[in-house]
């Protein structure tokens, strides 16, 4: 079964502040994607990176795949309320599947 | 961008009944729709694929007698939870795959409906 370790599962900084989520696996996923999630909505889609090492920004957002297509990260600059969220990563696992980490639940404060 | 429309957003049961969630894909056809269901402060966990025309595949764990899916046509999915109990209660969504080309797909995601049994 192929895990997928999102950390930190809590995050609460001060606006302005820059943060890290990752998203971690023993396994190799054929592309990794990263959602938003607002209370009592579904996930929307932020990036989908493919290639090894590639790096994707969005914005005060970067998101960069591992060279082993295992591991990712986001990065968000300047934090701002408006970022608050749930931040999901997914991976394709084949199958047509995607296979959820946990979550991070980010909460910025004016 | 495409559309999923998942109806109803809330419904509030009483327990022992059914309840019918719907799964439309308003501007595309989608082969393939996906299940989840989240727990409050919990990730997305895959219930079942469910296929146009065919059976759906369900997860391991997960009674496919208690959520029957049906996926009739290439633009609706729905997801009957049958004689539903309070542990039902929780968010259900939908997602559609997209294919374009050989190797681009994606994924989107309805807004979710929020199952409560009473």
């Known amino acids: 079964t192929q895990l997928l370790e999102q950390s930190p599962q809590f995050l609460s900084i001060q606006e302005g502040e820059n943060l890290t989520v990752y998203c971690n696996s023993s396994s190799v996923f054929s592309s990794l994607q990263w959602y938003r999630q607002e209370p009592g909505e579904g996930p929307v889609l932020l990036v989908t990176?493919?290639?090894?090492?590639e790096v994707k920004k969005l914005k005060r957002l970067t998101f960069q795949f591992g060279d082993a297509r295992k591991d990712s990260s986001l990065h968000i600059t300047a934090a701002q309320p408006g970022d608050t969220g749930l931040y999901l990563c997914?991976?394709?696992?084949?199958?047509?599947?995607?296979?959820f980490g946990q979550g991070t639940r980010l909460t910025i404060n004016p | 961008g495409a559309v999923v429309s998942q109806h109803p957003s809330r419904v509030i049961c009483k327990s022992g009944t059914s309840v019918k969630i719907e799964c439309r894909s308003l501007d595309f056809q989608a082969t393939t729709m996906f299940w989840y269901r989240q727990f409050p402060k919990q990730s997305l966990m895959l219930m079942a694929t469910s296929n146009e025309g065919s059976k759906a595949t369900y997860e391991q764990g997960v009674e496919k007698d208690k959520f029957l899916i049906n996926h009739a046509s290439l633009t609706l999915s729905t997801l009957t939870v049958t004689s539903a109990h309070p542990e039902d209660s929780s968010f259900y969504i939908c997602?559609?795959?997209?294919?374009?080309?050989?190797?681009?797909?994606?994924?989107?995601f309805g807004s979710g409906t929020q199952l409560s049994v009473l």
């Open positions: 997914a991976g394709a696992a084949g199958a047509q599947k995607l296979v």
């Open positions: 997602s559609a795959r997209v294919v374009w080309g050989i190797t681009n797909e994606k994924l989107f």
């Open positions: 990176v493919v290639t090894g090492g």
